[in-house]
């Protein structure tokens, strides 16, 4: 199934021994290798520096360090390395340090394993990934903020360049939705949802997905009445 001549090399920092070890045995029999998986931060450390691994699983809630701490020092040794968070945490605090300090991704930990696998890749190629399940959370926290903010008329302008297609398809991002989910919903092919996510975020400025929805929702193209 996998056409990929070359595995992915995932390293994963967990210090829960039999989830590290349950998950590892599921992404290898989906043909990803795992390089290590270890319960110590500074073990994993270490690894992410001797191994470089094309992306970093590490876990939120860890005995020694924080998974912010991790995160921060993996982020000033290796600024490109994809670094994503997988936790079973769904607290605002995390996912908004989580994503201010450089992860690429917000996973949840009871995500299906397919999905687990698609958000992987999708890192791996350079995007950042939260789970939909977070797209509440990012919104009311993006809606906080709002208040006193100085660039909000500003980001109206931007979204009056918007063609009315890509407001449609940056208001289906703001729900949480795929490319391929918004390809479907508005009757398009896959190509066409992505150009048009693109080329939204291009005229929004907007650094990754995740951006996409913050921004979404503070201009009201998307409301928690929508989720």
């Known amino acids: 199934q996998d056409t990929m001549v070359t595995k992915m090399r995932v390293l994963l920092i967990d210090d829960h021994a039999l989830f590290r070890i349950g998950l590892r045995e599921l992404l290898e029999r989906r043909d990803i290798d ?3 998986a270890v319960g110590d931060c500074e073990e994993g450390i270490r690894k992410a520096r001797e191994l470089n691994p094309d992306v970093v699983l590490l876990d939120m809630r860890m005995p020694q360090m ?3 701490s991790v995160l921060k020092k993996l982020r000033s040794e290796h600024a490109g390395m994809p670094i ?4 079973t945490s769904q607290d605002e605090q995390d996912v908004i340090d989580s994503l201010q300090f ?3 991704g917000y996973l949840l930990k009871d995500m299906e394993p397919d999905e687990l696998i698609a958000s992987l890749r999708e890192i791996v190629s350079g995007r950042t990934v939260v789970s939909r ?5 990012l919104a009311r926290a993006a809606i906080r903020q709002e208040e006193g903010e100085p660039e909000e008329e500003q980001e ?9 297609r890509e407001r449609e398809v940056v208001g ?3 729900l949480g939705l795929s490319n391929e989910e918004i390809a479907e919903a508005l009757f398009l092919s896959p190509l066409t949802a992505k150009t048009h996510v693109s080329r939204a975020m291009t005229k929004l400025h907007a650094r990754d997905r995740a951006q996409l929805v913050a921004l ?3 201009t009201g193209l998307t409301t928690l009445d929508d989720l």
């Open 133 to 137: 399940e977070l797209t509440g959370v």
């Open 66 to 68: 924080s998974g912010i």
């Open 156 to 164: 109206q302008d931007l979204f009056s360049d918007l063609t009315p």
């Open 102 to 104: 450089g992860a690429n």
């Open 34 to 36: 795992v390089i290590d």
């Open 216 to 218: 979404a929702f503070r």
């Open 172 to 174: 289906l991002v703001g």
């Open 84 to 87: 994503a968070m997988l936790t």
